[in-house]
C-alpha cells in the first residue's frame, strides 16, 4: 500500500493535495493500493473521498514521529510513504524508515530529506545542488500535472479572455487585490476561486463596485483544465497551477504567494511562456501586460512542458517496491 501524507489547509493552500491525487490516480490505475494521511481539515478530506480514496485524519501538531508508527500499524500493509508537505523533519524520516516503509518527498529542503529514497523537486529552481536524498530528480520533466489537459492544449494567438486562479485556498487573498487591478484597469476577466477561498466578501464588494470592466466570478469549477481551455492567458501563483496551465498552451503572469515561489514566476519568464510579476505584497501589474506577445509565449509554452511527468514519477516510485 502507499500512503500519502499531506498538509493541507487555507493557510498550507490545497495544491499539494491536488498534486498528491494525480500521482495516486496514475498509482491506482496500475493496479496499486493508495490512502491518504491528511491534517484535520474537512474540506480537504472530502476532497479526497470524493476521488475514491480512503482517508486517515491526524494533527498536524503532534511530535514529528510520535504517530507514524501507530498510523502505519493500523494500515497493516503500507510498504510506500509518499510526503507531499516540503520540509520533512529528521524525526518524522526516521520514523517512517523504523517501520520499514521507503519514504518519497517532494520538494524537499527539511533535514529529513537527506533519509528519502527519492526526493522528486520539480518546482526548486534554485541551488538544486543541495538538494538531499539518496535519489534526487528535479526539472520540469517531473511535474506532476493533469493528464485530462490533453484534452484541450492548443495554441493561442492573441489576448481576448483573461483568466484568475490563484489556488484552492488563496491563503493571503491576492484574488481581491488582482481584482482590484483588473476593475480599474477596465479589463475582462473570470475569476475562479477554490473550495477553501475565505475572502467572498471582500471579492464580493469589488464585483459590485461600478466598474469599466466586466469581471466574472466563478466558484470552485468542475474542471480547471476544462476552464483554463477558454482564456488566452492566466494570472496564478507560482506552484503547480501555472506549469497545467503552459501544458495547455495558456500563457501565465506568475505573483508569489510565498517567497519560494519567486524562483518559479522567473524560471517561467525565462521559459519564455510567462510573467513574473512579483510578491504579492508589492503586486503592479502594468508591467506584466506590456508587450504581450501571446502567440509566441503560447508556442513556447507548449514546448516546455508536457504532461508525462506523472507517469515519469510513477515509475520512479513503483521501483522502489520490493
Same mark, same amino acid.
Given at each position: ?28 490505475? $496500475? ?34 514521529? $510520535? #504517530? ?12 510506500? #510513504? ?98 482590484? #487591478? ?115 509565449? $503560447? ?15 510513477? $515509475? ?7
Amino acid at each position: 500500500m502507499f500512503v500519502f501524507c499531506i498538509e493541507s489547509s487555507h493557510t498550507r493552500g490545497l495544491g499539494h493535495l491536488y498534486r498528491s491525487l494525480t500521482l495516486a490516480d496514475e498509482l491506482a490505475h $496500475s493496479g496499486r493500493s493508495v490512502c491518504f494521511a491528511v491534517n484535520r481539515h474537512e474540506a480537504s478530506h472530502d476532497i479526497v473521498k470524493a476521488r475514491g480514496f480512503a482517508v486517515y485524519g491526524y494533527d498536524i501538531y503532534a511530535d514529528a514521529g $510520535s #504517530w507514524e508508527l501507530e498510523l502505519i500499524r493500523a494500515l497493516g500493509s503500507a510498504t510506500i #510513504w509518499v510526503n507531499d508537505r516540503l520540509n520533512t523533519q529528521a524525526a518524522h524520516a526516521k520514523a517512517i524508515a523504523a517501520a520499514g516503509l521507503k519514504l518519497v518527498t517532494f520538494d524537499d529542503r527539511g533535514d529529513g530529506a537527506a533519509f528519502a529514497d527519492l526526493n522528486v523537486s520539480a518546482l526548486v529552481f534554485e541551488d538544486t545542488a543541495a538538494l538531499k536524498g539518496k535519489d534526487v530528480r528535479s526539472g520540469v520533466d517531473f511535474m506532476i500535472l493533469n493528464p485530462e489537459i490533453e484534452l484541450y492544449r492548443r495554441h493561442r494567438d492573441s489576448l481576448t479572455s483573461i483568466l484568475v486562479t490563484m489556488g484552492g485556498a488563496d491563503t493571503y487573498g491576492v484574488t481581491i487585490k488582482v481584482a482590484q #487591478w483588473l476593475r480599474d484597469n477596465a479589463m475582462h476577466a473570470t475569476i475562479v476561486t477554490g473550495p477553501a477561498f475565505q475572502h467572498k466578501d471582500e471579492l464580493d464588494i469589488i464585483l459590485q463596485g461600478k466598474a469599466e470592466g466586466f469581471l466574472t466570478h466563478r466558484g470552485a469549477v468542475a474542471s480547471l483544465a476544462q476552464e483554463m481551455a477558454g482564456h488566452d492567458i492566466a494570472i496564478t501563483g507560482g506552484g503547480v497551477t501555472p506549469f497545467e496551465a503552459c501544458a495547455g498552451g495558456l500563457p501565465c503572469i506568475v505573483i508569489a504567494n510565498e517567497d519560494f515561489e519567486i524562483p518559479v514566476g522567473r524560471a517561467l519568464e525565462k521559459l519564455g511562456c510567462g510573467r513574473f510579476a512579483g510578491h504579492h505584497s508589492t503586486l503592479d501589474l502594468t508591467p506584466a501586460f506590456e508587450g504581450l506577445s501571446i502567440g509566441t509565449m $503560447s508556442r513556447a509554452a507548449l514546448d516546455a512542458v508536457d504532461l508525462e511527468g506523472v507517469r515519469r514519477v510513477g $515509475s520512479l516510485i513503483k521501483g522502489l517496491e520490493t
